[in-house]
T-cell receptor, first 113, second 115 residues
Framework: NAGVTQTPKFQVLKTGQSMTLQCAQD?????MSWYRQDPGMGLRLIHY???????DQGEVPNGYNVSRSTTEDFPLRLLSAAPSQTSVYFC????????????FGPGTRLTVT | AQTVTQSQPEMSVQEAETVTLSCTYD???????LFWYKQPPSRQMILVIR??????QNATENRFSVNFQKAAKSFSLKISDSQLGDTAMYFC????????????FGKGITLSVRP
């Protein structure tokens, strides 16, 4: 079991560029989510999905798109990168029911210049 | 909406001593879970301990234990016999139960273990 994988680990973008952060899990988890981590802010939820074809917004969704075509994959798209999106991004997954802890990927450090 | 508060941004402890990290939360839910996650310099988020709100007994995992005070909405983490490898950022987190449950994090506390 690889668990939750994310690619790339590091990325530098210029303002206005677009990109997709990849996330995959091999645990057959129904629920997947994306967080961003900024200094002094903890982790904040961007988008989440409770199953293939179902997505919803979290606390900080602006500037990001998601889709869930398969149980395994949950990509996060930055449509037009801005310096405010410089952050560390984590993907996580869990089962739909208990025990409710989420399993995290290794994170992607994104810098927008 | 639920909130999680970690009011201490940093703490330091001598190796082999005991340290307690504080966390308070606010919710109107009756069924929920609380977690402590550890984030070492590698950046990986590691689950340290989990507490179900319906259980009165405090959770323990080896050197890690919690003091769960449901009425006070307090959930502190005690680390006994601190080790250098405990140096990390620690996050308190909350989720209510249900398929749509979302994890809400506190801002974290940086713990340094001194040799």
């Amino acid at each position: 079991n690889a668990g939750v994988t994310q690619t790339p680990k590091f990325q530098v973008l210029k303002t206005g560029q677009s990109m997709t952060l990849q996330c995959a899990q091999d645990m057959n988890h129904e629920y997947m989510s994306w967080y961003r981590q900024d200094p002094g802010m903890g982790l904040r939820l961007i988008h989440y999905s409770v199953g293939a074809g179902i997505t919803d917004q979290g606390e900080v969704p602006n500037g990001y798109n998601v889709s869930r075509s398969t149980t395994e994959d949950f990509p996060l798209r930055l449509l037009s990168a801005a310096p405010s999106q410089t952050s560390v991004y984590f993907c996580a997954s869990k089962t739909a029911g208990g025990p409710y802890e989420q399993y995290f990927g290794p994170g992607t450090r994104l810098t927008v210049t | 909406a639920q909130t999680v508060t970690q009011s201490q941004p940093e703490m330091s402890v001598q190796e082999a001593e005991t340290v307690t990290l504080s966390c308070t939360y606010d919710t109107s839910e009756s069924n929920y879970y609380l977690f402590w996650y550890k984030q070492p310099p590698s950046r990986q988020m590691i689950l340290v301990i989990r507490q179900e709100a319906y259980k009165q007994q405090n959770a323990t995992e080896n050197r890690f234990s919690v003091n769960f005070q449901k009425a006070a909405k307090s959930f502190s983490l005690k680390i006994s016999d601190s080790q250098l490898g405990d140096t990390a950022m620690y996050f308190c987190a909350f989720t209510h139960t249900g398929a749509n449950s979302k994890l809400t994090f506190g801002k974290g506390i940086t713990l340094s273990v001194r040799p």
